[in-house]
């Protein structure tokens, strides 16, 4: 009973230690350094408390071992999971479709994103590129729409540093 005690403590212990890491790594990303060190101060306690409890029964607790690898594969998945829920950052994504632009145009208008498009010219001649702004937590959403209506498009998104005005979807005007 007491493996079986100590295991579910490390197990869970190292979820919460390594959630915490992957949300401190974001914070980090954002330049929010109070709360990344107090965050990670958090993680680092509980941290040393699990290795030092898997080390102090190394010899014969298999079972602290297994819940330790296991409790940093859930937690990292929990953590990631936390940070996208949370995120607020701006993603810009271009979506190029050969056949469909206009319709894909059209439908993430009518869904209530801004879309901005622009002509570019490709190896077979000209194409029509659009871009959505629109928070981190809306790309689910957003790729599922595109991909409805023209699987074969090309998507790529990256992160915005700073913005000023526009539309963005999802996000209210102050």
């Not at 949370?86 to 993430?108: G, P, Q, V």
Request: net charge positive; aromatic share 12%.
């Amino acid at each position: 009973m007491n493996i079986l005690f100590w295991s579910l403590m490390i197990f869970f212990g190292r979820i919460i230690d390594v959630s915490l890491g992957t949300i401190r790594i974001n914070f980090i990303v954002r330049r929010k350094k109070t709360i990344a060190a107090i965050v990670g101060f958090v993680e680092v306690i509980i941290f040393v408390a699990i290795i030092a409890k898997v080390i102090q029964d190394i010899d014969n607790n298999l079972y602290g071992i297994l819940a330790y690898g296991a409790g940093f594969a859930i937690g990292t998945i929990i953590g990631m999971y936390i940070s996208d829920k949370f995120s607020r950052d701006l993603l810009s994504t271009n979506i190029i479709s050969k056949f469909k632009s206009e319709e894909i145009e059209s439908t993430l208008r009518d869904e209530g994103f801004g879309a901005t498009s622009y002509y570019g010219f490709g190896k077979d001649g000209n194409i029509k590129i659009i871009n959505v702004v629109c928070r981190s937590n809306c790309m689910n959403s957003l790729h599922k729409t595109i991909l409805k209506i023209d699987p074969n498009s090309f998507i790529t998104s990256s992160l915005i540093g700073s913005q000023r005005g526009g539309f963005i979807f999802n996000i209210k005007k102050k």
